[in-house]
């Protein structure tokens, strides 16, 4: 009796354990292969073995991505499952017997992607060539007096890079969480958020009267500056994309991106160099290279878009929303951050575009090469609808600024007055670089009383530009 009664404790211990295992089942596609990803519009086929003959039953969690619908079986203790791609996606079902609801549900997982064309297998490559090169020519619009002229009045640099990576981020994680995106899409938004300044801030800053020069370094200054930010506020921010239980943070290959910066920060190098040390080579040749990157870049455009165009099919209003919002919350944040700390009209208008100017081709050429599919379709998402919108958003500030420069004499004059602030600034830096080359020292008596009155009667110019500068 003892005997038995150990043993019916064993029966009853082994029977709960088996009630509330997970379910046994395995994939089966049409084309009789046991995996757990299909292109869209394909049917793969799960099937489900319980131990006690009960039907089981399945519901998709974001009741877009794929649909379920059960068949009939021979076998009682099988149920099988037809499962439709309809979207790209990954997609998670949760299984329950049905007479045990109560007990916790296998999740099974079910990825849906993109039937690849010839055109989305070589972008990824097309689209880091454009990027190396774009960054080449961008290079060669940045010398080293321009960088150290800018370094010499830190101030609007300080404040862009605290707008664009200390308060930008949690804004665009303010955003993924309040439209309660999908992970991946989520994820894409808050990307952008972290990267750098782009190249289209630069254009933007000369329609608008803003300061060209200021902003070419602050684009090249950011993007070195991503270089340990961006996968720092990934690490920070990147784990609260999303509430989606389906979602980890720790997927994230930081260490991948911050080599896909790396290797976009090398060209902007290169092309210093090439400027600073062979400048007539460097130029004549980029006369030529100018629009050839130019009808490059146009064809670059098409060919995203057409590539892109699953975008368009799967992007809900929402999406366009957050897209919309974010770089308008840039523009505002950084127009405020320059305006508090006092600066000059046309350096607030260029810290305003380059903080609201999210360099976001250098977030798909990363999900592209950093992520599989289809995350790396997912991942661009917004990264792409955030590129096409911002120009939008833009735009409207273009014709403001032509309008009331026109017809707004006060705005008028304060930008000529912003415009002959930077020359003078400008033309006092010249000066003081050619002092410092020349050693006092090392000059004749002749020389030596010949450069102190020129030197005098250039302290006095000096002095009447500096006493015109503060006037201004």
């Keep these: 009796m003892q005997h038995l009664k150990y043993f019916t404790i064993l029966a009853i211990i082994f029977h709960f354990q088996l009630s509330n295992a997970d379910l046994q089942f395995f994939y089966k596609t049409e084309k009789s292969e046991e995996k757990d990803t299909i292109f869209e519009g394909e049917i793969l086929t799960v099937i489900f073995v319980t131990n006690n003959n ?68 070589i972008f990824p490559f097309y689209v880091t060539a454009i990027v190396l090169l774009l960054n080449v020519v961008f290079g060669t619009e940045v010398s080293l007096k321009d960088i150290k002229f800018i370094l010499l009045r830190p101030k609007p640099l300080i404040v862009a890079a605290v707008c664009q990576f200390v308060l930008l981020p949690p804004f665009g994680l303010v955003l993924a969480r309040v439209f309660d995106y999908e992970p991946d899409v989520a994820l894409g938004l808050v990307m952008v958020a972290c990267a750098p300044g782009g190249g289209n801030s630069n254009t933007a800053s000369f329609l608008v009267g803003g300061e060209v020069p200021l902003s070419i370094s602050m684009t090249f200054f950011s993007t070195a500056i991503a270089i340990g930010t961006m996968p720092l506020n990934l690490w920070i921010y ?79 209003l929402k999406g366009y929303l957050g897209a919309v919002l974010l770089p308008i919350g840039g523009f505002l944040i950084g127009g405020i951050g320059a305006w508090c700390l006092g600066l000059r009209a046309s350096q607030t208008k260029t810290i305003s575009l380059e903080v609201g100017m999210q360099n976001a081709g250098i977030v798909i050429s990363m999900t592209l090469v950093v992520f599989s599919q289809p995350k790396a379709d997912l991942n661009s998402i917004m990264p792409i609808c955030i590129a096409l919108l911002t120009a939008a958003v833009a735009t409207p500030l273009y014709i403001l600024h032509y309008l009331v420069y026109k017809y707004n004499k006060r705005y008028r004059k304060i930008c000529d007055q912003n415009k002959e602030a930077q020359l003078m600034e400008r033309e006092m830096f010249e000066k003081t670089l050619i002092k410092e080359d020349v050693d006092p020292i090392d000059n004749g008596a002749m020389e030596e009383g010949s450069s102190i009155g020129e030197s005098s009667v250039t302290g006095s110019k000096d002095e009447k530009q500096c006493q015109r500068t503060d006037e201004l």
């Design 238 to 316: 990147g784990r609260f994309a999303s509430n989606d239980p389906n979602f980890t943070a720790e997927t994230i290959p930081y260490f991948q991106m911050t080599r896909t910066l790396i290797l976009i920060v090398i060209p902007v190098a290169v092309g210093m160099v090439l400027i600073s040390k062979a400048y007539k080579v460097t130029s004549r040749v980029m006369r030529y290279a100018k629009p050839f990157v130019f009808v490059l870049f146009l064809t670059f455009i098409c060919t995203a878009i057409y590539r892109s165009r699953f975008v368009f099919q799967i992007t809900p």
């Design 54 to 121: 009960q039907d089981v039953e399945c519901q998709p969690t974001y009741k877009s991505i794929v649909t379920v619908s059960k068949k009939g079986s021979d076998n009682s203790s099988e149920t099988i499952c037809a499962v439709k791609g309809l979207r790209l996606g990954e997609e998670w079902l949760q299984c329950v017997d049905e007479r045990n609801p109560s007990e916790l549900p296998t999740r099974v997982q079910v990825v849906v992607i993109r039937d690849q064309d010839f055109i989305d297998k």
